[in-house]
């Protein structure tokens, strides 16, 4: 993958910049909050090389990029700059339904710690092993070392969720540090369970917020009104330090008094509730996350459970939600695997092949589940299959957690000797076995070879016409960074003086975008051709274009593509200059012959010389 191309190919498709809220990453997803999602181009996304695909839930707009999810993310801060001043920016928060705003809240505040929960979670969890077969004593100072830094994060976890809930609410982190440093100052945890405590003469009972989750969220969102209103109704002489001094003072003890109590006894609820179900009817709580886990993922709404694991680890000290979902990952995994042995398609065996890795070893499973087992149908049902079955089998075997982890086979550590250890390899041996036989046995419709046509093994050099009447000129001139940079390919600029686009040579169209601003081709020896009519105006929705064309069509030289009315579009106030790129340039890496000035359709344009000839040309 081409970091920078599909970086830019995926700021560009969600509207660029200036649409985006936020941005934060997960293991496989891009997580935007887009100011207004009708500007994104969801099929242009999509046809971004690296991107799996593109999901809308919980408020956000999720880009699935895969294992090189942060390498992508690292590009996009590279060419972009989000933020800037945080007053006001509450207002282009989403407004959706309450439960896409919550869902939205939870994964903003989560994802910047999750890989820190789940990686001193692991080493927890290891660590549990070790003493359970004997291979550490618990009374050394070596075990003593490696358990506070294993159990430190999530002992002190709404430090961290104080900072993440602060950038999210607009709330200053400092302030919100302080805050989240008093719930869990040594002295007040010496007073939990104590009794007769008054603050002022007002009564309370002092609760532990150790690992807590729902205090220190809903101080923060308290705390963030709270500053705005002293910071306008404060002299500005003062403001900077009275309106941190007046937050403490107000909100620590509001926890202690009310919200604490208050989360407490609902988490305490909601934590026995979840108890009672695995100790009641386990089979049915253990059939429901195992089935339904990678359904959830689907539409990312597992973000909503996340809060579950941590507020049933701080009532109970153990996590028996965690058990089934291994069974739901490692059923995924292992249908994938199925159709890796399967397969005659060898592209679908090279994309089954690293999908079936990740998913056992991390855990990572949207690679095969958009990849693969989803758009196959067949092998993603016979995955929700065994994760109802393995899932039941290992909640009915009382089996938890004792560490926050993202189940995957390595973190298989944070199981052991908590429960049946009978059950959970029954379990998993059932929510592997069953996916696996069912999709190697039963099997899947196969697509064909030529599905998705590959280049060429040897590509030749290609003459790109003209598609427009107008004036050349040189790319890096085009106003918008992605283009000018080339991130997404190397060619040229036509600046039109007509408002008709034609085929610049034999091609099958790749991708004709409905709002008609961009078109995609493909040569039969395995040139891919981008022409994006102008800049920004997919944020048009198709006004002013008439597609002749469709996905699939094949087309020769000198058809006509689209239609367009320049006039009315540079009215609308956008830049006409389009873009010619070539955006496979491993195959085409080079550009010759190329035309400047003044050009009609038809005349050559440019010739891609292929990486067969380019040495030669070199």
């Not at 999901?55 to 801060?77: K, L, M, R």
């Not at 358990?147 to 430190?152: C, H, M, P, Q």
């Not at 006894?265 to 059939?287: D, K, T």
Request: with cysteine.
């Amino acid at each position: 993958m081409d970091y920078s191309k599909t970086a830019a190919g995926v700021l560009q498709g969600v509207g660029g910049e200036e649409n985006v809220r936020s941005l934060v990453h997960c293991a496989t997803r891009l997580r935007f909050v887009l100011k207004d999602e009708a500007k994104a181009d969801s099929a242009a996304v999509k046809a971004v090389p690296g991107v799996v695909t593109v999901a809308q839930a919980g408020g956000q707009y999720q880009v699935v990029i895969g294992n090189d999810v942060p390498d992508v993310f690292a590009e996009i801060g590279k060419i972009s700059n989000f933020g800037g001043s945080a007053d006001g920016a509450a207002d282009d928060a989403p407004k959706g339904n309450l439960f896409n705003r919550f869902i939205s809240m939870i994964s903003s505040i989560f994802t910047p710690v999750l890989w820190a929960l789940a990686g001193t979670g692991l080493l927890k969890a290891f660590l549990a092993a070790a003493v359970t077969f004997g291979w550490i004593a618990t009374d050394n100072s070596t075990y003593a070392v490696l358990n506070a830094l294993s159990d430190a994060f999530i002992n002190f976890l709404p430090i961290a969720l104080s900072i993440t809930a602060a950038r999210y609410f607009k709330a200053n982190e400092w302030t919100s540090l302080a805050i989240a440093g008093a719930l869990v100052y040594p002295t007040m945890a010496g007073l939990v369970g104590q009794p007769d405590l008054t603050f002022f003469g007002i009564p309370f009972t002092m609760v532990s917020y150790v690992s807590s989750v729902i205090p220190i969220i809903v101080v923060v969102w308290l705390q963030s009104h709270a500053e705005k209103f002293l910071y306008a109704k404060l002299p500005g002489a003062v403001r900077r330090f009275v309106t941190p001094m007046l937050v403490v003072l107000v909100a620590v003890p509001l926890v202690f008094v009310v919200i604490g109590p208050i989360s407490d006894l609902l988490g305490g609820a909601l934590g026995n509730g979840i108890g009672w179900v695995f100790e009641n009817a386990p089979w049915a709580g253990g059939a429901i996350m195992g089935g339904f886990w990678q359904v959830f993922v689907i539409f990312g709404l597992h973000w909503g459970l996340v809060p579950l694991f941590t507020l049933e680890f701080q009532t109970t000290g153990q996590i028996s939600l965690v058990g089934p979902v291994f069974a739901a990952v490692l059923a995924q995994a292992a249908a994938v695997a199925g159709v890796w042995v399967r397969a005659r398609n060898k592209n679908l065996k090279s994309l089954a092949a690293p999908a079936t890795l990740s998913g056992f070893l991390a855990g990572i499973t949207e690679p095969a589940i958009y990849g693969i087992n989803l758009p196959l149908k067949r092998p993603f049902a016979f995955g929700i299959v065994g994760g109802v079955i393995g899932g039941a089998i290992i909640a009915l075997g009382g089996v938890f957690s004792t560490a926050f982890v993202v189940p995957s086979g390595l973190a298989l550590p944070a199981l052991l000797g908590n429960g049946n250890m009978l059950m959970l390899a029954l379990g998993l041996a059932v929510a592997i076995a069953v996916p696996f036989l069912l999709t190697v046995i039963i099997g899947f419709v196969e697509p064909t070879e030529d599905a998705a046509p590959a280049p060429a093994a040897a590509a030749t050099d290609l003459v790109v016409y003209s598609p427009l009447d107008g004036t050349v000129v040189a790319l890096s001139e085009t106003p918008d960074a992605a283009f000018a940079a080339g991130a997404l390919g190397d060619g040229v600029a036509i600046q039109p003086r007509s408002g008709a686009l034609y085929a610049p040579f034999d091609a099958t169209i790749a991708a004709a975008f409905p709002t008609g601003h961009a078109i995609g081709l493909r040569h039969a020896d395995g040139a891919e051709v981008l022409i994006h009519i102008g800049i920004d105006t997919v944020k048009l929705g198709g006004t002013h274009f008439d597609v002749k064309v469709t996905t699939g069509q094949e087309v020769k030289a000198g058809d006509l593509l689209v239609e367009f009315d320049a006039d009315a579009i540079a009215a609308a106030g956008y830049d006409l200059t389009t873009p010619i790129v070539v955006t496979n340039g491993e195959l085409y890496p080079a550009l010759a012959d190329v035309q400047t000035g003044p050009v009609a359709h038809g005349e050559p344009l440019f010739t891609a010389v292929s990486i067969e000839s380019a040495p030669v040309s070199a």
